[in-house]
Nanobody
């Protein structure tokens, strides 16, 4: 079992920044891929960014490329999502997920999910 706990969400004005954190614990071995997804009201889930505990080139959705940055602290077993230049359309619940396939953008390839953290961007 892998436990994931997100934090850092909140309300911010357009153009502002937030940093989300995802703390992983439990049997993380074998679940080296870490991703962020989001779900806006009335919409389906959307891939945001992905990385892995072993490094490699992160991947990003086109909608966030250049504004969001994913990073990790292996010692703390924590993944971060730095979100800059936020837009109202970034409003969503953001979920952290752990999976086996590095860089995957598919929700069904992530086996463990956090509870989500709300990000609201006002115009």
């Amino acid at each position: 079992q892998v436990q994931l706990v997100e934090s850092g969400g909140g309300l911010v004005q357009a153009g502002g920044s937030l940093r989300l954190s995802c703390a992983a614990s439990g049997r993380t071995f074998g679940y080296g891929a870490m991703g962020w997804f989001r779900q806006a009201p009335g919409k389906g889930g959307e891939f945001v960014a992905a990385t892995g505990w072993s490094g490699g080139t992160p991947s990003y959705a086109d909608s966030v490329k250049g504004r969001f940055s994913i990073s990790r602290d292996n010692a703390k077993r924590t993944v971060y999502l730095q979100m800059n230049s936020l837009k109202p359309e970034d409003t969503a619940v953001y979920y952290c997920a752990a999976g086996r396939f590095y860089g995957s953008r598919r929700e069904d390839q992530y086996g463990y999910w956090g509870q989500g953290t709300q990000v609201t961007v006002s115009s």
